[in-house]
């Protein structure tokens, strides 16, 4: 799992059946050192991917992102093939004894 911060969507009209009903987010890695740092003002970075997102996370929100085999969503008794996931929005994060983030 990785931390990761929602930088925008994709729309996608026609997806796989697995998929119908979930959104597509733009993701960012995240430090958990620093996880609002990034370079905003470069919308190409290329540590941006796409997500399923299965919890209703918005632009700019810290989210905990499970990756591989592990993101695999069930769907009608098989597993529709996906490379990430969104599990989780982040409330805080707590690095070395330090509070790094928490959600306003």
């Known amino acids: 799992m990785q931390l990761a911060r929602v930088r925008?969507?994709?729309v996608a009209s026609i997806k796989a059946s697995g998929l119908a009903a979930h959104?597509?987010?733009?993701?960012?890695?995240?430090?958990?050192?620093?996880?609002?740092a990034s370079d905003a003002d470069t919308p190409a970075s290329t540590s941006v991917y796409v997500a399923v997102d299965l919890v209703g996370a918005g632009v700019g929100?810290?989210?905990l992102v499970t990756l591989g085999s592990a993101a695999r969503?069930?769907?009608?008794?098989q597993s529709t093939?996906?490379?990430a996931a969104v599990i989780a929005i982040v409330d805080s994060v707590q690095f070395d004894g330090e509070s790094t983030f928490v959600k306003q």
Request: hydrophobic share 55%.
């Open 8 to 10: 925008g969507n994709v």
């Open 23 to 36: 959104k597509l987010l733009l993701l960012e890695a995240v430090a958990a050192a620093h996880p609002l």
């Open 61 to 63: 929100e810290v989210v």
């Open 73 to 77: 969503i069930a769907s009608e008794g």
């Open 81 to 83: 093939p996906t490379d």
